[in-house]
């Protein structure tokens, strides 16, 4: 019995000192597309050893509920989105240095391991024995996912929208769904096969990245921003299956 | 009805109840403070909010019915039996109501999803998918609210007087004849309690949902997860259909009143 009530003592009191903890070391909100998850994990284990006493807090879910978040005042040091758009609906509601684009993503057709349903080319999605996942209209891959399809003039048999790129990875991993279109970097590391799209069809995502500015660490959040341009960041970021501008 | 209640809390008891209810009111002021009135009437009437509350209410009312059909026999089982084993099997059939609901969508993704233990089966079999469809909306609110009823009923079955039934019995009743007769009425009161409870978190149910049965509008897209997708794009929008959902479940649990919590009312 007392063994018990020591261990609840000693619980709650570390969860009411953890409730109350300082920020010691400084702590860096990094807000970054669902897309880039694991390379963000790399840069972010990069940047805490070339820069001591910095603890980075990764902060990933689709870019436009960052963008929402932040535009709700979400506190935040460095955003990385997957489209300019949600980058500029960010910027209109606090101030952010200028965008640089860091990263390019294409686009691929993703299948359960073994291709089930014989997904071959973007006509394919139309077919109705093929369930195709996709995310909610201003996720930044719904909207890529849109140009490509009206590019090749095909309506995809949708069954789902997911909250996020990985929500799409899912369903299709877990052979839920029989495709998807997702970014060529969430092959990396994903139960999934890849199908290739047509390059004349194939939609380029273009990553800004950008420190935000009147805040006491907005220096330290532009080394950051200059971590990921870095060739080290770079290097990262090719490693996870982005392309370096 | 004006005298005091024998065991009236102390005054620092009532403080403490007060701001009890402070912390409960003040995130709906927030939320009423906010809100757009102008769009309450927006959302329930154009297509994608009407099709969402739709949705919600007809899969929700099955789900509750459903937990009555399969919850009140398992209450009534584990609260009269005694059999090696019992506990734990209390324990499997409540534990969704206090795992993350994610948990719960993603066990159900294996077992009764398309390519899961059983669900594999339905599709080559049958054709039959609950991911995606209206079915696995069911499913996952089922899954995560039957425990809510199980748990009122086994509780008022515990306490129930079982020398009634047991005269019934003796005049000749069969087991389920006293117990459709007899018992389920002197516990109407908890199993009115344990619907309206397990509607209620059926009606609010999100994160299984979303993970088992998709996001499509019309047969997966409920008022829940429709909330949550304005939230993104229109924060306005998201907000009314908060308001309208804290407006439902408000009304439906007022209609909860204290008596039927089963508690002995000592006036």
Redesign the interface.
């Known amino acids: 019995m007392r063994g018990i009530r020591v261990a609840v003592l000693a619980i709650v009191g570390s969860s009411l000192m953890a409730g109350c903890g300082g920020d010691n070391p400084t702590t860096l909100r990094v807000m970054a597309a669902s897309s880039l998850t694991g390379a963000f994990a790399e840069v972010e284990a990069a940047f805490e050893l070339a820069v001591p006493d910095v603890d980075v807090v990764m902060i990933t879910s689709s870019s436009s509920s960052l963008a929402a978040q932040i535009v709700d005042g979400a506190d935040v040091d460095v955003f990385a989105s997957a489209d300019e758009e949600q980058f500029e609906r960010a910027a209109d509601a606090r101030t952010f240095d200028p965008p640089r684009v860091f990263a390019t993503n294409s686009l691929v057709i993703i299948v359960p391991p073994g291709n089930p349903r014989d997904v071959r080319t973007v006509d394919d999605l139309a077919r109705d024995d093929v369930l195709v996942a996709t995310a909610s209209e201003d996720v930044p891959i719904r909207r890529y996912t849109d140009r490509l399809l009206a590019m090749a003039g095909v309506t995809a048999n949708f069954v789902t929208f997911e909250a996020n790129v990985s929500g799409i990875v899912t369903k299709v991993a877990t052979g839920a769904a029989d495709a998807g279109i997702v970014y060529v970097s969430d092959l990396v590391g994903a139960d999934v096969e890849g199908v290739d799209v047509p390059s004349q069809l194939d939609v380029v995502a273009r990553y800004p990245i950008a420190a935000a500015t009147n805040s006491s660490r907005a220096e330290l959040a532009r080394r950051f921003v200059d971590f990921t341009m870095s060739a080290d960041g770079r290097a990262i970021l090719v490693a996870n299956g982005f392309t370096a501008p | 009805m004006n005298r005091r209640h024998p065991d009236r809390p102390p005054r620092a008891a009532r403080w403490l109840a007060a701001v009890t209810v402070v912390f409960f009111c003040l995130p709906f002021v927030g939320l009423l403070w906010k809100t757009p009135w102008s769009r309450l009437l927006d959302v329930v009437t154009d297509e994608s909010g009407r099709r969402a509350l739709w949705l919600s209410m007809r899969t929700s009312v099955l789900a509750a019915l459903l937990s009555v059909v399969f919850g009140v026999p398992l209450a009534w089982v584990l609260a009269t039996s005694r059999f090696r084993g019992r506990n734990l099997i209390r324990a499997l059939c409540l534990i969704s109501m206090v795992l993350p609901p994610v948990v719960g969508g993603i066990s159900l993704?294996?077992s009764l999803?398309?390519?899961g233990l059983i669900g594999r089966w339905l599709d080559d079999w049958f054709g039959f998918r609950f991911?995606?469809s209206s079915w696995g909306v069911v499913v996952a609110q089922v899954f995560v609210a039957m425990p809510f009823l199980v748990l009122t009923v086994e509780g008022a079955l515990r306490q129930a007087d079982t020398r009634l039934a047991e005269a019934a019995r003796t005049l000749g009743a069969t087991p389920w004849y006293a117990f459709r007769r007899v018992t389920i009425p002197s516990i109407s009161g908890a199993l009115i309690a344990g619907t309206v409870l397990a509607w209620a978190r059926a009606f609010g149910e999100f994160g299984a949902t979303?993970t088992f049965a998709?996001?499509?509008p019309g047969t997966?897209?409920t008022l829940s997860i429709e909330t949550?997708?304005a939230?993104?794009?229109d924060?306005g929008r998201s907000m009314a259909l908060s308001v309208l959902m804290v407006g439902i479940s408000f009304v439906v649990l007022v209609t909860l009143r204290d008596r039927w919590l089963g508690a002995e009312r000592s006036s």
């Open positions: 993704l294996f999803g398309r390519t991911t995606f979303i998709g996001n499509y997966t897209r949550y997708v939230l993104e794009s924060p």
